[in-house]
């Protein structure tokens, strides 16, 4: 049986509940490509939501791994038919990322904020640590795209390779632990409103918002991948594709790729 009850979530999620399906597994690969397989199959319909207590094979950005844990975390992907073309997608994944943000700050959770593309962090002491991230993953529909939304959050404090990350707890008032169901509703409220105004009018409209949310707005960051440095600059924002851009010594430069880090105390 699955610590994660999908019983109750017609009724935390209210008005958003028709727009919904959620279902819940103990243990998968990766909610992701469980979700594909049956969306593929025909067995899911846009609004799908998987939930998994554990992940055998869970896939994060650039290749890296994403497990979970039945208490520990919330792991799920969502599955969203969009009428856009496959052209018009850019900046989905910024757009969630705000989604996810907004739906936690309904619940109370402070400090928190978005590194590009997609993490979300929170900040603990002087620091920012990460609290969730999003993986999506498009293929083209017979009408428009399939968004297969893959979202993973520390509730409570987990170790990834030794390190502590950050948690929703920790950005809750009340110590208590974040109840699983309430996370998961307070989110798929909020995305609901943000892909559907996302199929309407794309990343614009959120892109005032992701900025402000962005913890390494107008600050000196690397952009590193596979540890080789490919940019270094001050982020002046982000465009409405998503695309990030620096100010560097040679003028402004697009990034669409990598990982950013912070470049303490240093200038451009
Ligand atoms: C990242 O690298 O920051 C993105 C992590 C996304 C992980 C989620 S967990 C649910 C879904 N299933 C997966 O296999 N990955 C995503």
């Given at each position: 049986?699955?610590?994660f009850d999908?019983?109750n979530m017609?009724?935390l999620?209210?008005?958003?509940?028709?727009?919904?399906?959620?279902?819940?597994?103990?243990?998968?690969?990766?909610?992701?490509?469980?979700?594909?397989?049956?969306?593929?199959?025909?067995?899911?319909?846009?609004?799908?939501?998987?939930?998994?207590?554990?992940?055998?094979?869970?896939?994060?950005?650039?290749?890296?791994?994403?497990?979970?844990?039945?208490?520990?975390?919330?792991?799920?992907?969502?599955?969203?038919?969009?009428?856009?073309?496959?052209?018009?997608?850019?900046?989905?994944?910024?757009?969630?990322?705000?989604?996810?943000?907004?739906?936690?700050?309904?619940?109370?959770?402070?400090?928190?904020?978005?590194?590009?593309?997609?993490?979300?962090?929170?900040?603990?002491?002087?620091?920012?640590?990460?609290?969730?991230?999003?993986?999506?993953?498009?293929?083209?529909?017979?009408?428009?795209?399939?968004?297969?939304?893959?979202?993973?959050?520390?509730?409570?404090?987990?170790?990834?390779?030794?390190?502590?990350?950050?948690?929703?707890?920790?950005?809750?008032?009340?110590?208590?632990?974040?109840d699983r169901a309430a996370?998961l509703a307070?989110?798929?409220?909020?995305?609901?409103?943000?892909?559907?105004?996302?199929?309407?009018?794309?990343?614009?409209?959120?892109?005032?918002?992701?900025?402000?949310?962005?913890?390494?707005?107008?600050?000196?960051?690397?952009?590193?991948?596979?540890?080789?440095?490919?940019?270094?600059?001050?982020?002046?924002?982000?465009?409405?594709?998503?695309?990030?851009?620096?100010?560097?010594?040679?003028?402004?430069?697009?990034?669409?790729?990598?990982?950013?880090?912070?470049?303490?105390?240093?200038?451009?």
């Amino acid at each position: 049986m699955t610590t994660f009850d999908p019983a109750n979530m017609p009724a935390l999620l209210g008005e958003a509940a028709p727009h919904f399906n959620v279902d819940a597994v103990v243990e998968i690969g990766s909610t992701n490509d469980e979700l594909s397989r049956r969306v593929v199959a025909r067995l899911a319909a846009s609004g799908s939501v998987l939930v998994a207590d554990r992940q055998t094979a869970g896939r994060g950005r650039q290749g890296r791994t994403w497990s979970a844990d039945p208490v520990r975390s919330l792991t799920f992907s969502v599955y969203w038919r969009f009428s856009r073309s496959p052209m018009a997608m850019s900046g989905l994944s910024l757009a969630v990322g705000l989604g996810v943000l907004q739906g936690l700050q309904g619940l109370g959770a402070q400090s928190l904020g978005l590194k590009w593309p997609n993490d979300l962090l929170c900040q603990q002491a002087e620091a920012w640590g990460k609290l969730g991230g999003v993986l999506i993953e498009l293929s083209p529909g017979r009408h428009g795209v399939d968004a297969i939304i893959g979202i993973g959050l520390n509730l409570l404090p987990v170790a990834v390779d030794g390190v502590q990350t950050a948690c929703l707890q920790e950005a809750l008032p009340s110590d208590s632990a974040p109840d699983r169901a309430a996370v998961l509703a307070a989110v798929l409220k909020s995305l609901r409103s943000i892909l559907a105004g996302f199929d309407q009018s794309g990343f614009a409209p959120y892109r005032a918002a992701w900025e402000s949310a962005h913890v390494w707005q107008n600050q000196v960051v690397r952009v590193t991948q596979s540890g080789e440095t490919l940019h270094s600059g001050r982020c002046v924002g982000v465009d409405e594709a998503g695309v990030l851009w620096l100010e560097t010594p040679t003028g402004r430069c697009p990034v669409q790729v990598g990982d950013v880090s912070l470049r303490v105390g240093e200038a451009t």
